[in-house]
């Protein structure tokens, strides 16, 4: 044997497993890859800030003791009725039809019990989720699947979706193996055919449009309604800047974190911004108008605990969002699943092909079989547990920051651990007082 | 009769006296003066309403209707009739973009000219156009019928679903997957009904119906061309 010494094999880092395995895929079958959530990609996020604490030059408050307020009211600016949560964090919008009629039970009384909103999706609303949502927020979609009068007066909030952070400028594909008699029944469609939904709305185009659309809905429910404007993470500067200009009572923003149903891996992965880089030019944008804190912010896309919910505010944020996690809370991808996911050809953590309807945990599926596993009232209890936790969290946090509420929070009590976070958090990288792009350098 | 004057009133006023009325109301009659092309006049109604609207409306005009009869004696904005559920919405003139989007249900009739998109994703509504449609008319057409008297623009039922299309004049371009086909019995019984709740005169054997090929129904690669 020859014992010339030799150099290890050495995989590209180019042309890493992942993407071999992609090139492999794509060559044997012609088709792109479907699959739902958010980026997976490493992304500057909430884990590249820190807290500062208090010590001599703050003072903390106790704990146990000093309160530290959470209530955040949406839709202060022109709706008659608008809506106060205990927690600022919310159910983000997830269809019936992506989702199991269960599941959305699940999030309906997981979001309820811990006195916060849920969202409808693409898909209209059902009486299960309505019924179990004490504060529903109604998705007005470029599709308009299920959209009524009559449920449009039911909700609590209505929220105009242009575009959500996994795909901005995309609109959706839910493909025939979920269509399940009702859920072609709400959609208006035949069951088993692919139902595409649009990108575009179909009755209006641009900003100045847009104002006119937000008035017609605000007539139809008679100014009742906080009228939310939904974008995904795009240009958030001027994005926001128009939909406030519009008249939206909120603007949501989704970064490129926030997960969908299904769409193209290579659309969530390479187009949009990380949430954490949409926060302070939104914001910004809202200042600059004299609407910051007037025109709520709600702001998804990766928000996993209350450290990133605590950071999200402090960068200006009324609220956030989740959807990954609160479908985490109520059990999928849990290890419980392993084999089946093995089955599937993935593993517990990883599955992600949500539009096929297969889901061992019974949340992305309409097989009723499949959908029974699910316990709404069990997973309703697990999604409110964890909303708490993300709450008791948070309120640690800004306690330790000497803040009596968490909206007191502020980007003063934040530092960042790399330069991109500080550049797009706008807060000092740690140990210095470098801001970049301040100052001129 | 009642009569309601927008300029004294504005939209506000309009829209909130007539949801104020109860579904078995007997102040069924109204008159809308001085519209000015306002938009979203008459919208969200949810009562057999009787409404006459004296002039030009601007977008949204009878959005979401539920039981009323809208009669706009004047041109129509964007969005007429949007996401209509039941009733009828008749303009006596011309009515701009998007028509009917969405609409589930009830009849919109137009006796002039509709423009680009008239039937847009439409879920169930019966329209009848006296005139002409622009183009990509009946895009991503759902379920219900779409009568067009006049000719049709380019891309015709582009994306086209369980949607009916009948066009009298010519089609400039049929989209993707839409085609024509057969005109049966059934359908021409369908369009004779569509015509005479319209006041049209043309007689149905004049017309061709256009639908789905349903080669798109689900997703194929082999048909990413025709996207």
Sequence with gaps: MDKT????????????????????????????????GGAKRRLPHFDDLLFLGASISRYPLEGYREKCGTNVVLGTRFAKKPIELKIPITIAGMSFGSLSAQAKEALGRGATIAGTSTTTGD???????????KTLVYQYLPSRYGMNPDDLRKADAIEIVIGQGAKPGGGGMLLGQKISDRVAAMRCLPKGIDQRSACRHPDWTGPDDLEIKINELREITNWEKPIFVKIGGARPYYDVALAVKAGADVVVLDGMQGGTAATQEVFIEHVGQPTLACIRPAVRALQELNMHRKVQLIVSGG??????VAKALALGVDAVSIGTAALVALGDNDPHFETEYNELGTTAGSYDDWHEGRDPAGITTQD???????DPVKAGRRLSNFLKVMTLEAQTIARANGKSHVHNLEPEDLC???????AMAQVPLAGTDWIPGRGGY | MNELDLHKVGVRGINSQLHSLPKNTNEKHWVIHNPKGQHSIAVGLDAPLQIDIR????????????????????????GTAENMMSGVIWVKGNSSESAGATGNGGLLVIDGDASSRCGISMKG????????????????????????????????GDSIYEARLYVRGKVASLGADCIEKEMRPEHLADLERLLKAANRKEKPSEFRRYGSARKLYNFSVDHADAY
């Design chain 1, 5 to 36: 010494p030799r150099t290890l094999p050495r995989k590209s880092a180019t042309f890493d497993d992942y993407t071999l395995s992609e090139i492999r895929r794509a060559a044997s079958t012609g088709i792109y890859d479907i699959r739902g």
């Design chain 1, 123 to 133: 898909g209209g609303m059902t009486p299960e989720e309505r019924g179990q949502s």
């Design chain 1, 303 to 308: 928000i996993r605990n209350g450290a990133d």
């Design chain 1, 368 to 374: 009723p079989e499949l959908a029974k596993r699910l």
């Design chain 1, 416 to 422: 960042a651990l790399t330069v991109e976070a500080a």
């Design chain 2, 55 to 78: 002039g030009h409306v601007g977008f949204y005009c009878g959005g979401m209707n539920k039981d009323a009869e809208l009669t706009i004696y004047g041109h129509a904005g964007v």
């Design chain 2, 125 to 156: 509504i019966d329209i009848v156009v006296g005139g002409s449609v622009g183009h990509m008319s009946a895009f991503m057409a759902q379920r219900g019928n779409l009568v067009v008297c006049g000719d049709a623009g380019d891309a015709l």
